[in-house]
């Protein structure tokens, strides 16, 4: 873990109001699924930083790269940099998808995309292609996709059916499922808004799948200081815990360690 200010790069528009906020280095080895917890140097308009996986980075850590969409003060802020400017970085935190699973099979939704094309570019390294399943509402909000094209066998949808696809990533992972592209038994990794993750976990347990999650929830020191990122889990890894820092222990838990409370 560091801190360092950072010059910004470049900014790259991805489509769908989300942009790739490229920062100089040095970028620190990082595993797909962790993230950092960035600031603007100057004029950062709310009290805390935010959380970001890292998108992309440089082989040599020369640079590396953050999909963010604006949707909040601080996030904004991020995004209306110019290149020059300063991103304080802090990281990287967390634990990120298991390293011991050789072929996942990788479902994003909107800017959950992030922790997979440094999945894929490993991958890649070695002589597979990751399946990816990216779902979004439109072919406009499938930011990033063009990232990821020669890189992984990619099976896009679209709620409108305006690109590949026509439903929700969870019918079209059942599509390949009856396809035999996916088959029972395999690991899936997911990122993307809760309903989505929720959705993708109860398909993948009737459906004989193991499931990971990266999950979104919002953070405020990124190494368990502030307990503001608890979750409610169960099983052996939290040793009786009821609750987790997903900070420190997360972002990714495996789908049945997770307590959903239903109201």
């Known amino acids: 873990m560091q ?19 490229e920062v100089n ?11 950092y917890m960035l600031r603007t140097e100057r004029r950062w308009p709310v009290q805390l930083p935010r959380p970001f996986s890292l998108y992309d980075r440089a082989a040599d850590g020369s640079w590396g790269s953050f999909l963010i969409k604006p949707v909040g003060e601080g996030t904004r802020a991020l995004c209306d940099l110019s290149p020059g400017e300063g991103v304080v970085l802090n990281g990287p935190f967390g634990q990120p998808f298991p390293r011991d699973i050789k072929d996942p099979v990788c479902i994003a939704g909107g800017v959950g995309l992030a922790p997979f094309l440094l999945l894929a570019r490993e ?26 094209q020669n890189l992984v066998r990619l099976f896009a949808s679209t709620d409108d059916g305006s690109h590949g696809f026509h439903g929700l990533v969870t019918t079209l992972l059942d599509d390949l499922l009856a396809r035999g592209v996916v088959k029972t038994g395999e690991v899936v990794f997911c990122c993307g808004p809760d309903r ?39 099983g052996p890894r939290f040793k009786g815990w009821p609750y987790s820092k997903t900070c ?11 307590v959903h409370e239903h109201h």
Do not use: W
């Open 248 to 258: 420190v222990e997360g972002p990714v838990y495996e789908a049945c360690e997770l």
């Open 196 to 234: 989505m993750m929720e959705a993708v976990a109860a398909l993948c347990e009737r459906r004989g799948l193991r499931c990971f999650l990266s999950l979104e929830t919002y953070m405020a020191c990124g190494y368990g200081v502030c307990n503001g990122c608890t979750v409610k889990v169960q």
């Open 123 to 148: 991958a890649k390294a070695q002589g597979r292609d990751l399946r990816l399943l990216f779902g979004g509402r439109t072919r406009a909000m499938l930011s990033g996709i063009d990232d990821l």
């Open 3 to 21: 801190t360092r200010v950072h010059t910004l790069r470049a900014r790259r528009d991805l489509g769908g109001g989300s942009f790739a906020i």
């Open 25 to 35: 280095g040095p970028i620190p080895a990082t595993l797909p699924g962790q993230f």
